[in-house]
């Protein structure tokens, strides 16, 4: 479960509704105060809330185990989406809009929130991530992922990927293939910075700025 104690706000609790919120999702080994280094580059006004993913991991916390780099198993990574998902329900009422932002395994986890519910979010960000694979189809897809990808192509929400091109964490393979698949599925803005490693700068932050404001 995600732990409401530990979310990390950058708005005292008196004024937080009505505004729109920006759902922050860290990487494998962080925490919640990861991404709150982030928030005040982006548009002012957003509340942003940044959750502490349940499995410890290291020194920090995951959100699913790893499994292969870039191709994890997308029944674990349904598990930890179904837990935000929850607390999500548990404030969406105060906030007219909301948006997800995740780095590297939470890049993962917000363009899999975005599978679950296309309707919901006002868009996602994936810094250095990746869509997780769909399992195989089955003849009845018990799991609902096709279906899923269906409905998410139907709505075609707005997505910003950002990644370098000296990346050394995700397989190329899966950024391809995150490419080609928020391509199809979404109205994706698709940004690689030559030289950044597996890492947020200074230049792709200002376009997620702008891409948040629009």
Not at 179 to 203: F, K, M, N, Q
Request: hydrophobic share 45%; glycine share 10%.
């Amino acid at each position: 479960m995600i732990d409401p104690d530990v979310v990390q706000w950058t708005v005292p609790e008196g004024e937080r509704a009505g505004t729109p919120l920006l759902v922050a999702l860290h990487g494998v080994g962080s925490n919640e105060h990861d991404l709150l280094g982030l928030a005040p580059a982006l548009p002012s006004g957003w509340t942003t809330a940044s959750l502490r993913a349940p499995l410890p991991w290291g020194p920090g916390y995951a959100w699913y185990p790893l499994g292969t780099p870039g191709s994890p198993d997308s029944g674990l990574v349904d598990v930890a989406a179904a837990e935000v998902l929850a607390w999500v329900d548990g404030v969406a009422a105060d906030h007219p809009r909301i948006g997800l932002l995740g780095f590297s395994q939470g890049g993962s986890m917000a363009l899999q929130l975005l599978r679950h519910r296309p309707d919901a979010f006002a868009f996602a960000v994936s810094l250095s991530g990746f869509v997780v694979p769909a399992a195989p189809a089955t003849p009845d897809d018990r799991d609902g992922s096709h279906d899923r990808d269906a409905r998410l192509a139907a709505v075609r929400p707005r997505v910003f990927l950002g990644h370098g091109d000296a990346d050394p964490v995700i397989p190329p393979a899966a950024t391809a293939r995150t490419s080609a698949w928020a391509a199809a599925h979404t109205e994706v803005t698709d940004r690689t910075y030559p030289g950044l490693p597996h890492a947020v700068s200074a230049a792709e932050l200002e376009d997620v700025a702008r891409f948040v404001a629009a």
